[in-house]
């Protein structure tokens, strides 16, 4: 062999590992953010979302892009969250976007529509149906860059300290419930108070809240409602499944490398696949423990049901008509609901009505 090609090969492998190194090193730039969420540590599958797309992010950069988790009054308020990542307080939040229709109703889309989608349903219009596009053309004037993140699946109705057998029961009643849930329920007679969810166990002890939703059977039970509250009502049918995101400032978003990106956003999935699953198993679990607690399961009154429905489309009507954003997202998200719910009522929904009558039966 010429030991001079050998020295020309190796001096052309060291200048190729001298370009290599740096070239490696500013495709895997160091990048810290902090993220403000909109939940308490407790709430060990809401806010552990947030801490799972962490983990994510920095195991798949090698620890190069690094997402520190705070949680909710660390930083900023619960309700404060979107705030914070539109100025820049906070590179991103993990949130909820109904907390924040009183800035536009049309922040609802994003997190669930009372007497809406069920989680598939909802699913399939982001991914599929164009609704993500639409909610990112949204956010846009906020300065967010918007990643579905998590699912709750449907939830529970609320706490209530007495029992509720029509809808006169309901007039005066403080309740805490967020959202487009809120506008509905007073609608019915309800006053609607919205509180962070490290407000709400007080308010609810103190009197100063006379019934409470939040989530489901896990969340509430670590939030010790049955200790001050025994009627528990279902469905939450203002919420059939409520989708919290990570929200990131935009200029911080286009400042990303592409793998980083495209990293952050697989994380975001898996977050909004697992959560799901994780309380699905959890409120199995938890709603057992609460009825040895002594909780009373009571579905909502009939009247409550159908009354709330109505008062639901009524108001989706009035805001569509006053607002362009709204409506825009509305006419997708209902033409694709008309769609999915036809779907759902061939296949889906004998299944599980059958499923269901059969459960305790010999088999």
Not at 115 to 130: C, E, I, P, S
Request: proline content about 5%; charged content about 20%; glycine content about 10%.
């Amino acid at each position: 062999m010429d030991r001079r090609n050998v020295l020309k090969g190796a001096g052309l492998a060291a200048v190729a590992g001298a370009v290599a190194s740096p070239a490696i090193a500013q495709a895997q730039p160091e990048i810290r953010w902090r993220m403000a969420s909109a939940y308490p540590k407790s709430l060990d599958t809401l806010f552990g979302a947030g801490e799972m797309i962490a983990k994510r992010v920095a195991a798949a950069t090698d620890n190069k892009f690094q997402i520190q988790p705070f949680a909710a009054g660390e930083i900023v308020g619960a309700l404060q969250t979107l705030d914070a990542t539109q100025n820049g307080t906070v590179e991103c939040s993990y949130t909820l976007s109904s907390f924040f229709i009183g800035k536009d109703p049309t922040f609802m889309f994003e997190t669930s529509v009372p007497w809406g989608m069920n989680v598939r349903q909802h699913n399939a219009w982001m991914y599929f149906g164009g609704g993500l596009d639409l909610v990112r053309e949204f956010m846009k004037d906020y300065n967010v860059y918007p990643i579905p993140a998590g699912q709750t699946g449907a939830q529970m109705g609320g706490w209530f300290r007495k029992e509720i057998n029509s809808v006169a029961d309901l007039q005066g009643l403080k309740m805490r419930i967020a959202g487009m849930g809120g506008q509905i329920m007073q609608k019915l007679g309800v006053v609607p108070q919205v509180l962070a969810a490290g407000d709400i166990y007080p308010a609810l002890e103190r009197g100063t809240l006379d019934a409470v939703e939040f989530s489901g059977p896990h969340d509430d039970e670590k939030l010790g409602f049955v200790k001050v509250a025994k009627y528990y009502y279902y469905p939450g049918f203002w919420e059939g499944g409520a989708q919290p995101s990570l929200y990131v400032n935009m200029n911080k978003w286009n400042e990303l490398p592409a793998h980083y990106k495209a990293i952050l956003e697989a994380a975001c999935a898996e977050a909004n696949a697992l959560c799901v699953a994780k309380y699905d198993a959890q409120n199995a679990e938890a709603i057992r423990r609460l009825v040895g607690q002594g909780v009373q399961l009571r579905p909502f009154p009939r009247d409550v049901m159908e009354q709330s429905y109505r008062e639901a489309y009524k108001l989706y009507g009035e805001l569509a008509a006053s607002n362009a954003k709204f409506k825009k997202m509305f006419d997708s998200w209902n033409a694709f609901r008309e769609k999915e719910l036809t779907w759902f009522r061939i296949a889906e929904l004998p299944f599980d009505y059958f499923v269901n009558q059969q459960q305790g039966q010999p088999r």
